[in-house]
């Protein structure tokens, strides 16, 4: 998919920036992308795997059941988390998923783009008529100790910068009053 066509089907992405990480491969689609499965394209049909159990209908509950079939759990928000991994499930306007993105260690998030290609962008990157609004966010624990410390890192950066733009707008507006 070229760069025009991924922001003609998604002009949020523009805005906030996306990168493309890796090029088309029809093996796996954004659903198991989310749960770290690059070996199977999942979904509720019975020509592709589905977690056993897990009732084959496309309605976010089915969904949210796949997931806890791998540890996910829900949780209030996509807020960067040292401790767990965080998946964002998007419905369209019928209440039906349409994708399922997985946020990375500083808080971007990483995205299969059906067939396509795998990108990191801002979780509002892909809001819209194609994929919807997150209807719901998922997390489990993070298992390897470099995931834990570099989330917790991201975590601490962001907390950080965002302190030094609180500084600097305070210093831009004593400034101006002066």
Not at 20 to 37: E, H
Not at 59 to 79: E, R
Not at 161 to 178: D, E, F, I, P
């Amino acid at each position: 998919m070229t760069p025009q066509a991924i922001e003609a089907a998604f002009p949020v992405l523009s805005r906030h920036g996306y990168r493309i990480t890796s090029r088309p491969s029809g093996q796996y689609n954004c659903y198991a992308w989310a749960a770290r499965d690059v070996l199977r394209w999942w979904e509720p049909h019975p020509a592709y795997f589905w977690p056993p159990g897990v009732p084959q209908t496309p309605t976010l509950a089915a969904f949210m059941q796949a997931y806890a079939s791998v540890g996910f759990v829900p949780c209030l928000d996509g807020a960067l988390d040292a401790h767990c991994e965080k998946i964002a499930i998007y419905i369209d306007r019928f209440g039906r998923p349409k994708h399922a993105a997985r946020q990375l260690r500083f808080g971007k998030w990483t995205s299969k783009l059906g067939r396509e290609d795998d990108i990191t962008h801002h979780l509002d990157g892909l809001t819209g008529r194609v994929y919807g609004q997150v209807a719901q966010f998922m997390k489990r624990p993070r298992t390897h100790p470099v995931d834990r410390l570099v989330a917790l890192l991201g975590t601490w950066w962001y907390r950080w910068t965002g302190a030094l733009a609180s500084l600097s707008q305070c210093s831009h507006a004593h400034a101006a009053v002066q």
